[in-house]
T-cell receptor
Framework: NAGVTQTPKFQVLKTGQSMTLQCAQD?????MSWYRQDPGMGLRLIHY???????DQGEVPNGYNVSRSTTEDFPLRLLSAAPSQTSVYFC???????????FGDGTRLSIL | TQLLEQSPQFLSIQEGENLTVYCNSS?????LQWYRQEPGEGPVLLVT?????EVKKLKRLTFQFGDARKDSSLHITAAQTGDTGLYLC??????????FGTGTRLQVFP
């Protein structure tokens, strides 16, 4: 029972580089989301999707892009990495946005 | 704008002690969820409370939703080292998003 799978688990980037964080779920959930977690800030929503082909911005969307071509996958793209994007990133899925979220184990990203 | 404030931010206690974590907001929520997160892992749901004044128990953990559905508390009786972790509350407001609290980091020493 995989649930929500995030890759990679760790990544170090240089300022200006781009990369894609992968997220896949096998629970046929319509709703998927990306959060970043910083000390003392809880979880802040970056982008979310209520179904394939539909995405929307969350609280802190700047510098990130998403797409949802299938129900299973919801990749997060950093266009031009900045040190302020150093964080732990969590992907989550659920039946709807207000239902309990199933989280992946996170991607720890450092931007030098 | 942080709509859900948790207190305390940090809590360090010895095994056997009791503790209460608070989750407060000026907004009304249709439901409120509590999660626990351990190092290197994502948050895991503990409970959902839906009705104002509702009390739910999960072994030594007691969760309460405020009568006005603006606040919630988590009480742990006789804490154990296995309770160590980050506790997060999250509120739903009939939208497609959850609002997460700032978190309470609990350390229980033997």
């Amino acid at each position: 029972n995989a649930g929500v799978t995030q890759t990679p688990k760790f990544q170090v980037l240089k300022t200006g580089q781009s990369m894609t964080l992968q997220c896949a779920q096998d629970m046929n959930h319509e709703y998927m989301s990306w959060y970043r977690q910083d000390p003392g800030m809880g979880l802040r929503l970056i982008h979310y999707s209520v179904g394939a082909g539909i995405t929307d911005q969350g609280e802190v969307p700047n510098g990130y892009n998403v797409s949802r071509s299938t129900t299973e996958d919801f990749p997060l793209r950093l266009l031009s990495a900045a040190p302020s994007q150093t964080s732990v990133y969590f992907c989550a899925s659920s039946r709807t946005g207000s239902q309990p979220q199933h989280f992946g184990d996170g991607t720890r990203l450092s931007i030098l | 704008t942080q709509l859900l404030e948790q207190s305390p931010q940090f809590l360090s206690i010895q095994e056997g002690e009791n503790l209460t974590v608070y989750c407060n907001s000026s907004s009304v929520f249709s439901s409120l969820q509590w999660y626990r997160q351990e190092p290197g892992e994502g948050p895991v749901l503990l409970v959902t409370v839906v009705t104002g004044g509702e009390v739910k128990k999960l072994k030594r953990l007691t969760f309460q939703f405020g009568d006005a559905r603006k606040d919630s508390s988590l009480h742990i009786t006789a804490a154990q080292t296995g309770d160590t972790g980050l506790y997060l509350c999250a509120g739903a407001r009939n939208t497609d998003k959850l609002i997460f609290g700032t978190g309470t980091r609990l350390q229980v020493f033997p």
